[in-house]
């Protein structure tokens, strides 16, 4: 599995949190807020594979570009930036070593603490 940093991702949660559209919720928020399976078909239908990979920093180029397995660590609701979200991935991404994104929702979460 190669994981990367999905680095528009990224930029579009900076772009974000910088306007305001964030929850500064905690980590244990993130488990009601994160989309469910229906609510993330009904955002690939309405808006695509491109917006929906906006809502995560990790990418893994070994899977197939339209499938849900090709994107990880979401951060967001579809709507804003979750800071719970953010928690939980960097938890995760380091607990699976991907150290750029565990270092990009490291500093994205000092970013939302600053505002």
Known sequence: MAIRLNKP?????????????????ERDDWSEAAPSAAEENRFIEQHGWTEYSHWHLGIDDDESPETKGRFS??????????????????????????????EAAKKLLELIDEG
Do not use: C, W
Request: hydrophobic share 35%; glycine share 10%; net charge neutral.
């Open 9 to 25: 991702a990224l930029e579009q949660a900076r772009r974000m949190v910088r306007s305001g559209d964030v929850v500064r919720d």
């Open 73 to 102: 660590f979401p951060y967001g609701d579809f709507s804003k930036v979750r800071r719970g979200g953010v928690i939980s991935l960097e938890s995760r991404a380091g607990q699976y070593d991907h150290a750029e994104i565990e």
